[in-house]
């Protein structure tokens, strides 16, 4: 959430005077979210926290938003394309605009940096809600990474608390069963999990339904953007496509390389992974 959002989006504070007089409403674009940050920065606070390395983070929401994605229907990279590479300008844009958070005592999971007052707007997730509220109780509001443009989408990671199975497991058919055990058949697990240490949204329509903690106010809203505009994980996607897609937005941020070019670094690697895992 912007606190941004998901199981992970952005946290605002809509009844900070700050707000009032810099004119600030939920981002809707990109550009939007770049004005805002600039618009909230002062010499005690800054605009926007997306973590302490400017914002790596949030290189798939700001995909998504272009309406790209990390593989398309076929299995095949979908982060290629020049809308693609306009969004993660974009990011660089963000990066440089001198409205970021770096060096926060703490991370972007870590809803420490919003409640402290040191960023006007933090990307950060669902589960940190009840600290939030704690601290500020219902004065924050919530919303999704923003489109890219009149074209985008908003966008934000559904989940992140994900269980595999591997097929090169000794024990596969014992390994699914636990799996379905914990998160499908077992409710009282689920319910703990996803209302006890933080905000989380259950996996069944049915526990979703009677937890009354996710119904109301900011946690609500949550739900609702990750019902309308929330991307689930990728079993493809895996850790060598993430770190490979991760350098690209690195490179992009933090060294102004040309998106065009770390995509094409990109792509080379997330190709061979695809092929060795599809043939």
Known sequence: MFDIL?????????????????????????????????????????GIFVGNDGG???????????????????????????RAAQAFAKLRELYTSKSLLLGAPTDWADPSAFIQGLTAIQWCGLW?????????????????????????RPALPSGGWTQFVSAKSPNID?????????????LEFQEDW???????????????????KLQQGAAAEVVK???????VDLPAWTPKMITAFNDLTTNVIRKGADPAAEIKKAEKTVTTELSRLFG
């Open 56 to 82: 790596v983070i949030i290189g798939g929401p700001a995909l998504w938003s272009s309406g790209g994605a990390y593989l398309g229907e076929d299995n095949e990279p979908g982060f290629t394309g020049a």
């Open 128 to 152: 940190a809600m009840p600290a939030i509220q704690k601290a500020l109780g219902d004065d924050f509001g919530v919303f999704a990474y923003p489109k890219l443009d009149v074209q985008g």
């Open 174 to 186: 014992d390994a699914k069963a636990l799996v379905k055990f914990l998160w499908v058949d077992n």
């Open 6 to 46: 998901g199981d992970a989006g952005a946290d605002f504070n809509p009844n900070d005077l700050r707000y009032d007089k810099a004119g600030i409403k939920p981002p809707e674009t990109v550009d939007d979210l770049i004005a805002a940050g600039k618009a909230l920065t002062t010499d005690k606070v800054k």
């Open 225 to 231: 953007l990750n019902r309308d505009h929330g991307i």
């Open 194 to 212: 996803n209302l006890n240490y933080g905000f989380h949204i259950p996996p069944r329509k049915s526990l979703a339904a009677r937890a009354t």
